[in-house]
């Protein structure tokens, strides 16, 4: 079994859209990928009531109750868990990071999110649990390259002895769109740029937690 943490101290960095696209691409038939809320919010309940598949299983519990829902979770043969945590809770963060083999940081290309960045990534450092920054919500990359402030990320990322996942996450209306709609935006608009980066996210997770690339599958590129 694997376990994937989305993480930040950043409200709105993109936990939820991030853990919701990725447990979809884990959900398979007879599979069921495991999505567990711990936020308060419940951004991720409220996707699940929209939704018309019953999977990825979603269980909304406390960060107390966690150890417990993933005991169950390996019992019960599940292969993908993915936990969204709350932004300000750090003692919630840490219980999601200790029980993760590896915990995605999903941040915006802005300097505000680059500083709350810091905090998370020594949260996982002192647990010693490999983190993959992620950047979200980025300017659409142009033919000349990537957009200044992307670079500028990554060059803040190093300064703290992080290494970002290569690609980017474009802000696109899609990925908010698929989500109004208990999608993820490979189910939404399977042939779509969003899809595509996504998916590119799904293999280097894949790849960060030593699974084999996924199987090809009707609608990814
Ligand atoms: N790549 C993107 N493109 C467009 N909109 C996005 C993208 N990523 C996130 N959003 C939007 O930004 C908002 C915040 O995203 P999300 O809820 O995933 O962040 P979060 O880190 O879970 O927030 P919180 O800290 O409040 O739990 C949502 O409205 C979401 O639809
Ligand atoms: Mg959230």
Do not use: Y
């Not at 979770?73 to 292969?79: S, T």
């Not at 200790?98 to 998370?120: C, E, G, K, M, Q």
């Not at 899609?174 to 293999?203: D, I, R, T, Y």
């Amino acid at each position: 079994m694997r376990v994937v943490a989305f993480s930040s101290q950043k409200g709105g960095s993109g936990k939820s859209t991030l853990s919701a696209h990725l447990s979809v691409f884990a959900d398979a038939p007879g599979k069921p990928a495991l999505l567990i809320d711990t936020d308060p919010q419940a951004s991720l309940a409220f996707w699940h009531e929209l939704r018309a598949a019953e999977t990825p299983i979603l269980v909304k519990c406390t960060a107390k109750d966690l150890p417990t829902v993933i005991d169950e979770a390996k019992a019960e043969g599940i292969e993908w868990v993915f936990i969204d945590t709350p932004p300000h809770n750090a003692a919630a963060i840490a219980e999601a990071m200790r029980a993760a083999d590896l915990i995605v940081v999903p941040l915006r290309p802005a300097v505000f999110d680059i500083a709350a960045v810091a905090a998370t990534l020594d949260m996982a450092k002192a647990l010693n649990k490999s983190a993959l920054p992620v950047i979200n919500a980025a300017p659409a990359k142009r033919i000349l390259g990537e957009p200044a402030v992307v670079s500028e990320a990554r060059q803040a990322l190093a300064g703290l002895d992080a290494t970002a996942w290569a690609g980017q996450i474009t802000h696109r209306a899609a990925f908010a769109h698929a989500l109004a709609s208990g999608q993820a935006v490979h189910e939404f608009e399977p042939s779509s740029p969003a899809a595509a980066e996504m998916g590119k996210l799904w293999e280097a997770v894949r790849s960060a937690t030593g699974a084999a690339p996924a199987p090809k599958r009707k609608g990814r590129k």
